[in-house]
C-alpha cells in the first residue's frame, strides 16, 4: 500500500511554502491556521499561494502524505529484509526515528489534530496507513513468539502501543543538569531495553 503517487519534485518556491506551513500548523494546530497567515510568514499574498495550493487542506495532505510514506517505506524494507523478527524490530525502531526526525512537524499535526483529519473523507488514508504501521509491527512481534526469540505471553498489540508512543515523542531531552543525549544514545537505550530489561541477569 502506498499513500501516495511518484510526482514531480516541488519547486524550491513550493517546497519553501510547504515548510513554513508545517511549522505554522505544529505551532498554532491546523485548523487554528489561516491561509493568510501562512502567506503572511511567506512574505506573499494570500492569492499568491492559491498558484501553488488549491486549499489548507491540499498543504496538509502533502505533508501527512510524504511523512508516511517515508515513515512506510522504511518499516517495509526493514521488515522484508531481515531474516530474524528481533533484526526486524531493530530496524524499525532506528528507521521510525529517523523519519520521525525529518517530519517532526507533521507529527506534530498528526497528534494535535488527529481527531479532525480522521473525520475526514480526504484524509482516509492515514487510517489506513495506521493500520499498516501496527499490522507490521504486530507481524514481527508475533513471528518472534512462534520462533521463540521472544516471550511466549508477549501481548503483541499492547507492546506495538508501548514502543509506538515511546518513539513518537520528541528526542531532544534533557536533564536539569543540561545532560543531553542524542538521537542515536536514546535508540540504543531503548533497545537495550526492550531486548535486555533492566534487571541484572
Known sequence: MTTTKKAAPPSERRA??????????????FRATTVREIADAAGILSGSLYHHFDSKESIGDEILREFLDD????????????????????????SSTAALSRHRAALTMLQNDWAYFSAQKR??????AMKEIEQTWIDQLER???TGQFRADLDARLIYRLLRDIL???TSWKQSRGKSWNTDEIVDGL???LFDGITAH
Open 16 to 29: 519553501h511554502l510547504i515548510r513554513l506551513a508545517a511549522d505554522l500548523f505544529a505551532e498554532k494546530g
Open 71 to 94: 515513515v512506510l517505506g522504511g518499516y517495509r524494507e526493514a521488515a522484508s529484509g531481515a531474516d530474524e523478527p528481533r533484526v526486524a524490530i531493530e530496524r524499525m525502531v532506528r
Open 123 to 128: 484524509f482516509a488514508y492515514l487510517r489506513t
Open 144 to 146: 518472534g513468539k512462534q
Open 168 to 170: 513518537w515523542i520528541p
Open 191 to 193: 533497545l537495550r531495553l
